[in-house]
């Protein structure tokens, strides 16, 4: 009898120092799945078609529906949130990799720690309160609150900077998420008085100067947020402020 | 004067580094190609600028500030931008990201490309001594010589189209990185002014090396025995 089947292929790696190698798993097709269903239907009887009993394969996932960023890998080359990617609308047999940027924990799970220690250096937030009461903040222009809506969007997925030829393993570079935050907090009318910190925090070693405007990142970010706007954006802002700390300091 | 931080310094250096790129050099190599596209019109016309330029006073010091010092620098700083990324067209083959790749690869050609260039020119020029207006005529000699093989027709035709796009993707670059050029829109438009720009130059160097290898002409010096 033959029954319509998953076939996936995923690269594993039991430890964050161990060396990673391919598994081949098939399970019995359904409807509508996508691919975080296929790795729960795995995990119930994690077995490859010769050996029963493998470990389970372990992921990342939370909302699944695309707007926490956990469960980014590499799915058939690319690298996208596999809640969203939908068995019926991609290539068969599924090869799942975990991102090549970021420490493997286990499996297809990753350690995104690096873009929040970006997000951290370069002040991604608003400051409302000191040591005194700032009262209320200045009004917004919607078209501020609309330009600021599309960019707070980030989910910190990783996609924009696994596609960047830019930022490896092995450079400090911040990536193109970070630059976009700066924007977003930079539109404030509150966080703009603090706009200046936020620039010098990518003036330096892997910011916003060492982007080599491949634009890849633009093109893999899955809640098309315009990163190579914000880029040119934050260059204007950090070539402006070079010239004013140059001739006017 | 403050004292300023590592991380002050390597933006400055890239700052400059990507100023550099449009001038001097960008700057230079346009007229460059320009003056050398005379030749299309005549060796004498051609014969007449190169005896400009080698009776040019300090001649020394504009050559070595103006193009061999930055050149030295964006090449040097150009191999450190090099090894600092790590090329991905074959998972990520968008346009841009191949710009992004040609980019450092065009610089790696033009490298060599310059050392053979100055190598076959300036050197010998240097070594046998030929200033002011006997520069021309030995200089012409070279270049009908270097233009009757194919070997060297196709060397000057890879080095000047990597020159162009390097230095009209470099021109792009440029007004992204300085925030000149921001919304998708701007740039789209900027990258059709800067391909214009790259094709002319393109086509005078071509143009060039085309009357060079089918007129090679010899002169004498304009002035002198
Ligand atoms: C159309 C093809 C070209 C021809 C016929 C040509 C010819 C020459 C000649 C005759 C010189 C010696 C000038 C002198 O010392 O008076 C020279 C110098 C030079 N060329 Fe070219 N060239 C060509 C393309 C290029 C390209 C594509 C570049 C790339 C940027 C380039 C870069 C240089 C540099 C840096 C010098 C040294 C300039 C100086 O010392 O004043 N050339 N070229
Ligand atoms: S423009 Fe290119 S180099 Fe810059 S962040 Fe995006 S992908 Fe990376
Ligand atoms: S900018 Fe886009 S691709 Fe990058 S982390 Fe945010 S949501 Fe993901
Ligand atoms: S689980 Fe949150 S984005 Fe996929």
Known sequence: MSQKTIKLKIKRQDNPRSKPYWQEFEIPYQPLSNVISCLQDIQKSPATANELGVNPVIWDCSCLEEVCGSCTMIINGRVRQACTALVDQIESPIVLEPMSKFPVVRDLMVDRNRMFRALKKVKAWVDIDGSQDLGEGPIMADSVRATRYTLSECMTCGCCLE????????????GAAAFSQVRLF????????????RLEEVMGKGGIADCGNAQACVEACPKNIPLTDSIADISRQTSLKLLKDLLLK | MAKITQD?????????NSLMGLIPIGVFLAFHLGINALRTVGPLQY????????????????EIAFIYAPLLFHSMMGFYIYFSGKRNVGHYGYPRNWRYTLQRITGLIVFAFLIYHLGTTVAPKIFYGKHQFLAAPFLMDIMNAEFQTWSGRIIYLIGISSATFHFANGLWGFCVSWGIIIGQNAQRNASIVFAMVGLVLTFLGFATVLEFSLNPIPVTPTVGE
């Open chain 2, 47 to 62: 014969q007449l600028s190169i005896d400009l330029i080698n009776n040019l006073p300090f001649l020394f010091g504009i």
């Open chain 2, 8 to 16: 002050q310094a390597h933006f400055l250096l890239l700052k400059i």
């Open chain 1, 186 to 197: 930079n539109l404030h009318p509150t966080g703009a008085m603090h706009a200046d910190e």
């Open chain 1, 163 to 174: 596609a960047c030829p830019q930022y490896t393993k092995d450079n400090s570079f911040l």
